[in-house]
């Protein structure tokens, strides 16, 4: 197995960050940003293994990882017109006694999945 | 929770900002992206407000009903919608581990108008750590405790400040 020169690597990943699709990753799953580049640097060392399918391979005390882009199961497509006035209120059109709620049973469901602040 | 709002009462003070919002999201002004955990979240609100409006525990039909309006209303509006499940196991350690940081970073927020403390909970934490992993631009909220939250490239729309 061949390593790839310390330059060709940093061409590499340099490109991940070039193209907008992939993120890199470290053993925490944190997310390595272009300007911890010095970090980067001593991850990779001198020696980096050549990108498999899982990514790149460990190289030394810590890991560098791929993160492939995640594909939304919807994709973001225009507003029909008019989409917005259509479902105002439409749980109250489709159950009247929905309507009849006072604002601080609602408030009070919401806040029981959120710690929100109730605005007076 | 803007959804709620929008789609169970128009008498509610916060429906008219919560029309705001996806008034916004028609226009083009923001890409909306939600993930199945919210839609969870959602279900969840819509089981309880079902039962306590009609007295008596929410039939499944009902509960569907609303979900398929909700998902018409997703569709119509063009809003994005990422598995939460596909998320998490595309990077199995990054959730609950940047979760734990955003907690451990945020600050606790006095209320503007109830004047009580806030921080961000655990499933607030997830849908930030959601947020920030589809590279979520901003996290529209009507939840004062996200101002507290630091260390992240995601903008918090706080709705109540956003639309007055």
Redesign the interface.
Known sequence: MTFETQSNAEKRVRGFFRSGHDRL?D?????IELKDWNRIKRMYSDKILPISNQGMSKVSNESVKV??E?A??????????G??A???????Q??P?????K?E??DR??D????????? | MAFIYKLVNTRHRLFPKADALFSDIEQGKYAGVISTFEIAEFQSAVKTILSEAKQTQASQNDVEKEMSKLDEFLNEMGIMLYNADVVVDHSPLIVFYRAEQLISSAQPIKGSWDQKWHTIGGADAVHLTLAETVRADSFATFDQGFKGVKGTSVKMLILSEVYR
């Open positions: 990753v053993d925490n799953g944190v997310p993160l492939r995640v939304p199961i919807k994709k973001w497509a225009p507003a029909k017109k989409a917005n259509k479902f105002s209120g439409v749980m109250s489709d159950f006694e929905v309507a009849n709620l604002e049973q609602v469901i919401v029981s999945l959120r710690q929100r602040e109730i605005e007076e």
